[in-house]
């Protein structure tokens, strides 16, 4: 079993829906989950994280954190043709080896937003 | 505000040929440094890291190589490149005190033909 599982779509959704994302993990020493947004031939762009378990909203986006059925999940609102992107969650963990937090990628799930 | 540099942005090899690709960030210091490959179907898979000057660790065995020979520039070179070396490799910084959270280069895309 893969560390982190992403379902790589593509997921293709109408202008103005409401988008869910989601990554399983089974690590149990990941603390910290983010999510990242890549455009094509870009490098991936930070949009949010947060630390265990719980919600956190910044404007049209939620992430959610599940630790007990080690489940995440990143909502957007009122999607516009511009969040068409691939989103890479990722977790972390503290590499004591490295003296600093070590990142597990998911491979990613390619969404289109159509006009 | 911080900056990362990749360059090139996109390169063509033919196997068996030397690469080095070069990164470099402003606008903070001692930053944690990394650097990642992204090939098709396969995720960002982490190659090395480095905590500062002339310190390197490697995550992955390949004939890949890193150096840091300076506080913010961090280089990823290879003898002799391979197909299997193709894919987008991309350079991340983090600051050092603990925090998690990463922030990637534009990327230097590599086709070895």
């Known amino acids: 079993q893969k560390e982190v599982e992403q379902d790589p779509g593509p997921l293709s959704v109408p202008e103005g829906a409401i988008v869910s994302l989601n990554c399983t993990y089974s690590?149990?020493?990941?603390?910290?989950f983010m999510w990242y947004r890549q455009y094509s031939r870009k490098g991936p762009e930070l949009l949010m994280y947060?630390?265990?378990?719980g919600n956190k909203e910044d404007g049209r986006f939620t992430a959610q954190v599940d630790k007990s059925s080690k489940y995440i999940s990143l909502f957007i609102r009122d999607s516009q043709p511009s969040d068409s992107a691939t989103y890479l969650c990722?977790?972390?963990?503290?590499?004591?080896?490295?003296?600093?937090?070590?990142?597990?990628f998911g491979k990613g799930t390619k969404l289109s937003v159509i006009p | 505000s911080q900056t990362i540099h990749q360059w090139p942005a996109t390169l063509v090899q033919p196997v068996g040929s030397p690469l080095s690709l070069e990164c470099t960030v402003e606008?903070?210091?001692?930053?944690?440094l990394y650097w990642y490959r992204q090939a098709a179907g396969r995720g960002l898979q982490l190659l090395f890291y480095?905590?500062?000057?002339?310190?390197i660790s490697s995550e992955v065995p390949q004939n890949l190589s890193a150096s840091r020979p300076q506080d913010r520039q961090f280089i990823l070179s290879s003898k002799k490149l391979l197909l299997s070396d193709s894919g987008f490799y991309l350079c991340?910084?983090?600051?050092?005190?603990?925090?998690?959270?990463?922030?990637f280069g534009p990327g230097t895309r590599l086709t070895v033909t």
């Open positions: 991340a910084w983090s600051v050092q005190s603990g925090t998690v959270e990463q922030y």
């Open positions: 690590n149990s020493a990941f603390q910290y």
């Open positions: 947060t630390y265990s378990s």
């Open positions: 990722a977790m972390s963990a503290f590499h004591s080896g490295a003296g600093s937090y070590q990142l597990t």
């Open positions: 606008g903070t210091s001692n930053p944690n």
């Open positions: 480095s905590v500062g000057i002339g310190q």
